[in-house]
C-alpha cells in the first residue's frame, strides 16, 4: 500500500509517517519510481507507536523496543529487556511528576 493508503488507515498524517521511516521506526519497500510501498504489518506498527507517543513517549525512547521483529519477545533476544526497561523509566518519570504535582498542591 502507498504511503496515502497507510495515512487513511492508521489516521497519521502522511508527514508523520515520514518522520517515522526517517527515525527508522518504519521501514518501506521502495519501488522503482522512488514510492514507499508498506505492508498490512506497518498498519498494527503505526498503531503502536501512536500508542507509546500518547502515553508520552517519544520516537527515540520507543525505538528499542519497535524494532524487534514482529514485536516478537523471545527469550534471551533483548526485546523484553528493552520492553521492561523502556515502561520501567517511563513509570518512574511519572511518578516524579506526580509528587512534582503534589508538593505544588495541584493534586
Not at 519501488?31 to 507517543?53: A, M, P, W
Not at 518519570?93 to 495541584?106: A, D, G, P, T
Amino acid at each position: 500500500m502507498k504511503i496515502s493508503e497507510l495515512s487513511k488507515l492508521t489516521g497519521v498524517s502522511i508527514r508523520s509517517l515520514r518522520y517515522y521511516e526517517q527515525k527508522q521506526l518504519i521501514h518501506p519497500l521502495r519501488l522503482e519510481n522512488g514510492y514507499r510501498e508498506f505492508s498490512q504489518s506497518d498498519i498494527e506498527k503505526v498503531k503502536t507507536i501512536q500508542l507509546f507517543l500518547e502515553l508520552g513517549m517519544n520516537t527515540d525512547e520507543i525505538y528499542p523496543v519497535i524494532k524487534c521483529d514482529n514485536f516478537l519477545f523471545a527469550k534471551n533476544n533483548g526485546c523484553a529487556h528493552s520492553a521492561v526497561k523502556l515502561y520501567s523509566e517511563k513509570l518512574i518519570s511519572v511518578r516524579e511528576q506526580i509528587q512534582h504535582f503534589k508538593k505544588l498542591n495541584c493534586i
